[in-house]
């Protein structure tokens, strides 16, 4: 990906020193933060009332590049994200640099993928609105959604920081399959005990559903009855309670 000199160059990355004296930036990443503010003030007129004189729009950049720098904002693509919903504002006023900053990092319906929530209830139900869910859920563990309730926190925590992956892919136009290192939550980090039984549970979840046994009480009784062919007053062999 094409960054801006990763925007803060001379600032080596790191969050710049909010005391004393002005900040020091290379040329690029100067030629972007004035390319930035020439277009904004072409796409809002009434950007006077934010930096009504030179001395203003100079402090504002210097502001800018620390908000930036705090908050992340260190790639073109962001800043083109920003200028792109900036665009369609349709209002006069030139945004606040933390109101420029949510614009942009882009929402998951930005790239017509649902919210963490949506997408994790997507994938305990195993029905995927968007790729990106599926291939969360498939780092998270399918066999794991599969018997796992909806108010799973540790389970949850897998899933939503596997989509957080996905989502980052797709705000930087990368790819949105491929290997996603483990995480919190993951096998490393249980306890032998814990391994173990789970281990036990799935396997015995796993020797149910080859020999077609059912799990709820109600489902096995009616099994065993149908198994020995026993029926109640006016019922199929096998069905009642």
């Known amino acids: 990906m094409k960054s801006a000199n990763q925007l803060m160059a001379a600032m080596q990355n790191r969050p710049?020193?909010?005391?004393?004296?002005?900040?020091?930036v290379s040329i690029e990443t100067a030629e972007v933060v004035n390319d930035l503010f020439r277009r904004l003030r072409g796409i809002f007129p009434a950007w006077r009332q934010a930096w009504p004189s030179t001395e203003a729009l100079a402090a504002?950049?210097?502001?800018?590049?620390?908000?930036?720098?705090?908050e992340g904002i260190r790639t073109l693509?962001?800043?083109?994200?920003?200028?792109?919903?900036?665009?369609?504002?349709?209002?006069p006023?030139?945004?606040?640099?933390?109101?420029?900053?949510?614009?942009?990092?882009?929402?998951p319906?930005?790239?017509?993928?649902?919210?963490?929530?949506?997408a994790w209830v997507e994938a305990l139900l195993g029905v995927y609105?968007?790729?990106?869910?599926?291939?969360?859920a498939v780092a998270t563990g399918l066999f794991d959604l599969r018997a796992a309730q909806q108010n799973d926190k540790g389970l949850q925590a897998r899933f939503?920081?596997?989509?957080?992956?996905?989502?980052?892919?797709?705000?930087?136009?990368?790819?949105?399959?491929?290997?996603?290192?483990?995480?919190?939550?993951?096998?490393?980090?249980?306890s032998a005990a814990e391994l173990a039984d789970e281990y036990a549970t799935q396997k015995q979840a796993r020797l149910?559903?080859?020999?077609?046994?059912?799990?709820?009480?109600?489902?096995?009784?009616?099994h065993l009855l149908a198994k020995l062919n026993i029926k109640r007053a006016g019922q199929p062999a096998g069905e009642g309670m």
Do not use: N
Not at 109 to 118: H, I, K, S, T, Y
């Open 60 to 70: 504002a950049k210097e502001e800018w590049i620390k908000e930036f720098a705090s």
């Open 160 to 190: 939503d920081r596997a989509y957080e992956i996905v989502l980052r892919r797709a705000q930087e136009g990368e790819p949105l399959d491929g290997k996603i290192a483990t995480g919190i939550g993951h096998d490393s980090q249980k």
């Open 208 to 222: 149910l559903e080859i020999q077609q046994i059912p799990s709820g009480a109600a489902a096995c009784r009616a």
């Open 77 to 91: 693509e962001q800043i083109e994200f920003g200028i792109e919903k900036c665009r369609k504002l349709k209002k």
């Open 129 to 136: 609105s968007h790729e990106g869910v599926k291939i969360a």
């Open 16 to 24: 710049p020193e909010l005391h004393g004296g002005p900040v020091v």
């Open 93 to 107: 006023f030139a945004p606040s640099v933390g109101e420029f900053i949510a614009m942009c990092q882009p929402t």
């Open 109 to 118: 319906e930005d790239f017509g993928m649902p919210a963490p929530a949506a």
